[in-house]
Nanobody, 123 residues
């Protein structure tokens, strides 16, 4: 049974940067697509970014294009989200996700979810 665990969240000011990590354990995820979602206060969880199993392709929500970058290190079973030029509207709980099918990551119906980590951006 696989598990995902996020780390790297915290409180920052607008314009700052943060890097989130998602470590997979319990099984190998090298052939899984992975992604990031976030849930803003009072809102539904929404797609942020995704990366294919081999890292060849990445995808982003319009709201984060040019500011966020998703990457992975399969040898470490870890995915990252580099977040630059943070804005107060980036505040929320960030979740990582993994599934054998990229489509299911996009749709928000992956087999695996992390427990989530808080990111707060003050103005």
């Amino acid at each position: 049974q696989g598990q995902l665990a996020e780390s790297g969240g915290g409180l920052v000011q607008a314009g700052d940067s943060l890097r989130l990590s998602c470590v997979a354990s319990g099984r190998r995820f090298f052939n899984y697509a992975m992604g990031w979602f976030r849930q803003r206060p009072g809102k539904e969880r929404t797609f942020v970014a995704a990366i294919t199993w081999n890292g060849a392709d990445t995808y982003y929500a319009d709201s984060v294009k040019g500011r966020f970058a998703v990457s992975r290190d399969s040898a470490k079973n870890t995915m990252y989200l580099q977040m630059n030029s943070l804005k107060p509207e980036d505040t929320g709980v960030y979740y990582c996700a993994a599934d054998e099918r990229t489509r299911d990551v996009f749709l928000g119906t992956p087999d695996y979810w992390g427990q989530g980590i808080q990111v707060t951006v003050s103005s």
